[in-house]
């Protein structure tokens, strides 16, 4: 077990180095994580781990989730270096886009009581007839509220599943609550999620509409009912993670609550609403 600890120790260290070797000082990632620079002198030095609430704002500073710092130090460059650079000579942002986030900024502490894990539920755009489950977990992060959403999908035949992580923000507009997010490994796919906000300190479900692409190869626009499910504050990741994939409708794992919301009438399951492209226009 000590040698366990050891190992992802010292993965840790390399690959915070490294993470770090892409800003221009020790003192600025501190600054902008908000850890002492004595307190993080340490972590770099491999004198000492952080506890688990400075490990989550390392990482969302650096944008990779806590397991994947502690990889062994070639797969975790190889995660880095495919993700987009920081760059200070970013163009400014539009001035909506930048009202926008100033919205966001105030509303922390308003959204503060949707914090935490969910179940989300909805008609599979990729594989027609099933319902995907997976995990969703909202935090505050710096001065927004943001958020991490996995899938995973099985592929039927008893292999591994897929897996596939978002990050995005939870903003209010128009008395809606907007998740939108961006799918991390390639930043190909963003999804737009709107669902109605409640109006008493106890969240349980949520539900709305979720607008993504298919996974399949046509790449479809598509849109779908979805019900988030309020899981808790703190929970067994892995454990909660094993509970996520696809499910036909009539599933134990499905709430009766969540199945009733997902189905039109006659139907045992709304699917999704695809947009198709136009047909070429015929010559002549």
């Not at 163009?91 to 966001?104: G, H, M, R, S, Y």
């Amino acid at each position: 077990m000590t040698e366990d600890l050891d190992f992802a120790s010292g993965n840790f260290v390399a690959n915070l180095r490294f993470a770090c070797s892409f800003s221009p000082s020790i003192s600025d990632v501190c600054r902008k994580v908000g850890i002492n620079r004595q307190q993080f002198t340490k972590y770099i030095a491999g004198t000492a781990f952080p506890s688990r609430y400075n490990l989550r704002r390392i990482c969302d500073f650096l944008g990779v989730d806590e397991f994947e710092i502690l990889m062994p130090h070639d797969q975790f460059r190889r995660i880095l270096q495919l993700r987009p650079r920081r760059s200070g000579d970013a163009p400014p942002v539009p001035e909506a886009i930048d009202t926008l986030l100033v919205q966001a900024q105030r509303q922390k502490g308003h959204l503060g009581r949707y914090l935490g894990y969910y179940y989300t539920y909805y008609a599979s755009l990729s594989r027609p007839g099933f319902v995907l489950r997976s995990l969703l977990h909202i935090y505050a992060w710096q001065d927004f509220v943001a958020y991490r959403r996995i899938e995973r999908l099985n592929d039927g035949r008893g292999g591994p599943p897929d897996v596939y992580k978002y990050r995005g923000l939870v903003l209010e507009v128009g008395d809606r609550l907007h998740l939108l997010d961006q799918e991390t490994l390639t930043g190909s796919e963003l999804t737009h999620t709107i669902v109605f906000p409640v109006y008493r300190n106890r969240v349980s479900l949520l539900s709305g509409l979720t607008m993504g692409v298919s996974g399949a190869d046509t790449r479809q626009p598509s849109a779908a009912r979805i019900m988030l499910e309020y899981v808790g504050r703190n929970v067994g990741a892995r454990e909660s993670l094993r509970r996520c994939g696809l499910y036909v409708p009539g599933s134990p794992e499905i709430p009766e609550t969540v199945s009733a919301y997902l189905r039109s009438p006659g139907s045992d399951l709304d699917p999704p609403l695809r947009a198709e492209p136009l047909a070429p226009m015929a010559e002549g």
